[in-house]
């Protein structure tokens, strides 16, 4: 199966900051990844896929990049409405698998 | 508006059954395929099955194989997660969720509300 590790596993930040999520795959996953955000007791939402392709309806703040094994996702000024859970997930083979979350919190 | 709306959770006993459903609207729900998510109390997210726009291809996590089965009626317009052998460790919510094509390996476009499946003695 395909690791994905994200870090930080979570962060502190002020409205306005510029936030920067990574997540590594265990093997090479070329640009089958997906970013989403997940507020409390919500669904999640998809942010970003193919690794750097936003979604229809997300700001445009929100920012992915990177391939192989090593990929980014940037909030360029986070505002009130972004503090949440961000996962990665990679969708180059089965299973399906997820990054183990990076909450993003108020300081 | 397209839509995906759970059902059918609830608290079971351990090596109990449960069938999930999602009822899908505002899209032509028999051109694509379709998958379930879970996530324990507190924890991230686990995929755990996939089915093909037709049904003929499945997949499952290997936590659930030969436990759970994936499938879908394409004339109502619904998926189930028929769980059998329920666990503890079952104890999750679960989504469905729309891939964006007729791929099968994509990134998930929709997400539903989910469904609360509790294994408890």
């Known amino acids: 199966d395909v690791q994905m590790t994200q870090s930080p596993s979570s962060l502190s930040a002020s409205v306005g900051d510029r936030v920067t999520i990574t997540c590594r795959a265990s093997?090479?996953?070329?640009?089958?990844l997906a970013w989403y955000q997940q507020k409390a007791e919500k669904a999640p939402k998809s942010l970003i896929y193919?690794?750097?392709s936003l979604q229809s309806g997300v700001p445009s703040r929100f920012s992915g990049s990177g391939s192989g094994t090593h990929f980014t996702l940037t909030i360029s000024s986070l505002q009130p409405e972004d503090f949440a859970t961000y996962y990665c997930?990679?969708?180059?083979?089965?299973?399906?698998?997820f990054g183990g979350g990076t909450k993003v919190e108020i300081k | 508006q397209v839509q995906l709306a759970e059902s059918g959770g609830g608290v079971v006993q351990p090596g109990r059954s449960l069938r999930l459903s999602c009822a899908a609207s505002?899209?032509?729900?028999?051109?694509?395929?379709m998958h379930w998510v879970r996530q324990a109390p507190g924890k991230g997210l686990e995929w755990v099955a996939v089915?093909?726009?037709?049904?003929?291809?499945?997949y499952y996590a290997d936590s659930v194989k030969g436990r759970f089965t994936i499938s879908r009626d394409n004339s109502k317009n619904t998926l189930y997660l028929q769980m059998n052998s329920l666990r503890a460790e079952d104890t999750a919510m679960y989504f469905c969720?729309?891939?964006?094509?007729?791929?099968?390996?994509?990134?998930?476009?929709?997400w539903g509300q989910g469904t609360m499946v509790t294994v408890s003695s």
């Open positions: 969720a729309k891939v964006p094509g007729i791929g099968l390996l994509d990134a998930f476009h929709i």
């Open positions: 089915i093909s726009y037709d049904g003929s291809n499945k």
């Open positions: 505002g899209f032509t729900f028999s051109s694509y395929g």
């Open positions: 997930q990679q969708y180059n083979t089965y299973p399906l698998t």
């Open positions: 093997q090479d996953i070329n640009s089958w």
């Open positions: 193919a690794a750097s």
